[in-house]
């Protein structure tokens, strides 16, 4: 194989041709940029030949090697059968980070020709200059800067959509398209993004957020898995109708919010507090707390971080993860399912409890999912319950209980579905004993575990309820 072919053969690679090869970095780098990757290129001259050419590709070859330098160092190692790199410049279109110039001097490349300069990570100059230590067995000459201006200028151009992009996504995020959460049936609301929130460090958080901001309830409704804030639909016009306000997040993993790749990044302590972040971001006052399922095991944890925030609490089939019960066997059964089943139909969970519900509905509870990829949460979650005593969880969640025992002074409402065989009625009727004042609950002998499916007589009599 000729390595020099397209490239053209000069007959020494002195610094008086640096800029011949630094062109060919470049045409390196746009490559890069059409793969959507960081435009970094490199090529490794020997004898006035292109022996070797790279360009960044980590996200592509899911490597974090795989740098623009790295890519030619194999390359030419390859070609002249040798990993030491005796006589040959390597060009490159930015200085490069200490992982490459640490292979740079193993490979005892003569010299280095870097473009633009690296002021956050750069070790030949920026932040450090690696290569200018005698102490080092190998020698390797550094020359910075040539081209700098078509090389920076490549990188300017490329981030500078990201940039304009108020919400990009984390490489280690998928995102559902928005065509498959559009049109959906009685989710007429439009959406709103946060995507600085400190917990979630980039991810994009979604929330409905309708109503008057000064209105005298804001009904905070938390989800459970694997559902999302479409589950609220019939519950959410009631209380618009009453005056109120209406703030319907998705946890990060479910939803219109942004769906880690790893089942690694879901824990308690994260959504919990990515809540108590959006709660201080909209500085929500007044707030009636809606929760159910893990909508309940997270959020019945947050008014006592600020409970001067909170007026009341509709609890539906939820419960307090203290770690000191036994999970009840109902629950154990379902965590061992979702771990059999990885892509089992949404849909059609929600379907089989509520029968009158239209193919669409359906539909539109399994959008978010579209494949296996989108559903780390679906999985993580089961696991996730705290189930002992020094579990993720379980400490903040035994604080929780005595808050709700002897600190809460709200008004407090409670929903059953009966039907429920893992957060019924026992596990409700546990929980109201330990809220101050809960009343007598609401019970729905036909309504199942996603109580809210029967929603509307829910929040009819919530909104008689909860003055504000």
Avoid at 13 to 39: F, I, K, Y
Avoid at 261 to 284: A, C, G, M, P, V
Wanted: proline share 7%; net charge negative; aromatic share 8%.
């Amino acid at each position: 194989m000729d390595a020099a072919v397209g490239y053209g053969v000069l007959s020494v690679d002195t610094p008086s041709q640096d800029a011949h090869w630094m062109g060919l970095a470049l045409e390196q780098a746009r490559l890069a940029a059409e793969s959507s990757e960081v435009p970094v290129g490199a090529v490794v001259v020997k004898n006035g030949q292109v022996i070797a050419t790279g360009r960044n590709a980590p996200i592509g070859s899911h490597d974090p090697t795989a740098h623009a330098e790295v890519v030619a160092l194999r390359e030419a190692a390859r070609v002249l059968g040798n990993y030491r790199l005796d006589g040959c410049t390597l060009y490159v279109t930015l200085e490069p980070c200490a992982m490459c110039s640490g292979a740079m001097l193993h490979a005892r490349v003569d010299r280095v020709v870097f473009g633009a300069a690296d002021p956050r990570t750069g070790v030949a100059g920026s932040v450090l200059n690696l290569f200018d230590h005698a102490q080092l067995n190998h020698q390797t000459q550094v020359t910075g800067g040539v081209q700098a201006d078509e090389c920076s200028q490549l990188l300017k151009d490329f981030f500078r959509p990201k940039r304009m992009n108020p919400h990009p996504l984390r490489e280690d995020a998928l995102r559902t398209p928005d065509e498959a959460l559009v049109d959906l049936p009685d989710y007429p609301w439009q959406p709103n993004y946060v995507s600085d929130l400190p917990s979630i460090a980039g991810l994009r958080m979604h929330y409905l957020d309708e109503g008057d901001s000064n209105a005298p309830l804001t009904w905070l409704c938390l989800h459970g898995n694997p559902a999302w804030s479409y589950l609220y639909r019939k519950m959410i016009p009631i209380w618009l109708a009453a005056g109120h306000r209406v703030v319907a997040p998705d946890l990060i993993g479910f939803g219109k919010s942004d769906k880690p790749k790893k089942e690694s990044f879901h824990n308690f302590e994260t959504h919990r507090q990515s809540l108590i972040d959006l709660i201080e971001r909209l500085d929500l006052q007044r707030v009636v707390l809606v929760v159910q399922d893990w909508g309940g095991i997270l959020g019945l944890t947050l008014p006592m971080a600020a409970p001067e925030r909170f007026k009341g609490l509709l609890a539906m089939n939820t419960t307090l993860a203290t770690g000191e019960v036994p999970l009840s066997a109902g629950f154990l059964a379902w965590r061992d399912w979702c771990q059999n089943q990885p892509l089992f139909d949404v849909g059609k969970l929600f379907a089989r409890g509520n029968r009158n519900m239209t193919a669409q509905e359906t539909a539109a509870y399994n959008a978010p999912f579209p494949d296996k990829g989108f559903r780390s949460a679906l999985q993580a979650f089961p696991p996730m319950v705290p189930e002992f005593a020094d579990s993720h969880g379980a400490a903040i969640s035994r604080q929780a209980r005595d808050f709700w025992r002897d600190e809460w002074q709200g008004q407090s409402f409670m929903a059953i579905g009966q039907q429920d065989p893992v957060l019924g009625e026992p596990v409700m009727r546990h929980l109201q004993s330990q809220i101050n004042g809960c009343p007598e609950p609401m019970l729905l002998p036909d309504a199942g575990h996603f109580v809210q499916e029967q929603g509307r007589a829910i929040a009819e009599a919530a909104v008689r309820h909860f003055r504000p």
